[in-house]
């Protein structure tokens, strides 16, 4: 079964630095979304990006946060200034169709880790 | 707004015994459902959604619209069934973008 692929796997960075999360989402799918889970708590909904634009965000994904998909087959995740608070693992997530027609793949995740 | 609450962190079953893992949602339109597994060091992934009426693994869920329900069940718990389970639903908007509010998961552990 094709896979969600994401990297680094974990990812240590100093309170204030910027970080990208790599995530290459399967193939022939077009729709890409960024969850993340703070240890302990739930699997959170961050955005969801569709023909290279945002299409939905949570009140969680404030101007700190940007995503792209540079070359077509990356989808990134941009925290400029990282704070405390954003350590957690950051699920990277793709379908073909919207959610309802079709499953949603995930990856195995980054964990974030700001010091 | 909406809200998915599974109120057992942790349930503990023998191998053979029938599993239960509740889940209780609260929204205003009408939802579609979904249950995601993660076993130890695995990615999540779809276990079963209600539009499906399917059952894999020999689990099922029925949506009770009446209690507002959507619980996962098995009649006779396997050991490899042991794994962290979440439910999950989505406003159902088509379209693209659709986003999932998870429950904060069940750790399901099946004793021999």
């Known amino acids: 079964e094709p896979e969600v692929t994401q990297t680094p796997s974990h990812q240590v960075t100093q309170m204030g630095q910027e970080v990208i999360l790599r995530c290459v989402p399967i193939?022939?799918?077009?729709?890409f979304y960024w969850y993340r889970q703070i240890l302990g708590q739930k699997v959170e909904f961050l955005v969801s990006?569709?023909?290279?634009?945002?299409?939905?965000k949570s009140e969680i994904f404030d101007d700190q946060f940007s995503v792209e998909r540079p070359d077509g087959s990356n989808f990134t995740l941009k925290i400029r200034s990282t704070k405390l608070e954003d350590s957690a693992m950051y699920f990277c997530?793709?379908?073909?169709?919207?959610?309802?027609?079709?499953?949603?793949?995930f990856g195995s995740g980054t964990q974030l880790s700001v010091l | 707004a909406q809200r998915v609450t599974q109120p057992e962190k942790l349930l503990s079953v023998f191998k053979g015994a029938p599993v239960e893992l509740k889940c209780n949602y609260s929204?205003?339109?009408?939802?579609?459902l979904f249950w995601y597994v993660q076993y130890s060091r695995q990615r999540l992934q779809l276990l079963l959604r209600?539009?499906s009426r399917e059952s894999i693994k020999g689990f099922t869920a029925d949506l009770n619209k009446g209690e507002t329900s959507f619980h996962l069940k098995k009649p006779f718990a396997q050991e490899e069934d042991s794994a962290m389970y979440y439910c999950?639903?989505?406003?159902?908007?088509?379209?693209?973008?659709?986003?999932?509010?998870f429950g904060t998961g069940t750790q399901l552990k099946v004793e021999l």
């Open positions: 193939s022939n799918h077009l729709y």
């Open positions: 209600h539009i």
């Open positions: 997530a793709s379908s073909a169709q919207d959610m309802l027609n079709e499953k949603l793949f």
């Open positions: 929204y205003s339109g009408s939802p579609e």
């Open positions: 999950a639903l989505s406003a159902g908007v088509t379209g693209g973008g659709n986003k999932l509010t």
């Open positions: 990006f569709y023909n290279n634009e945002i299409s939905e």
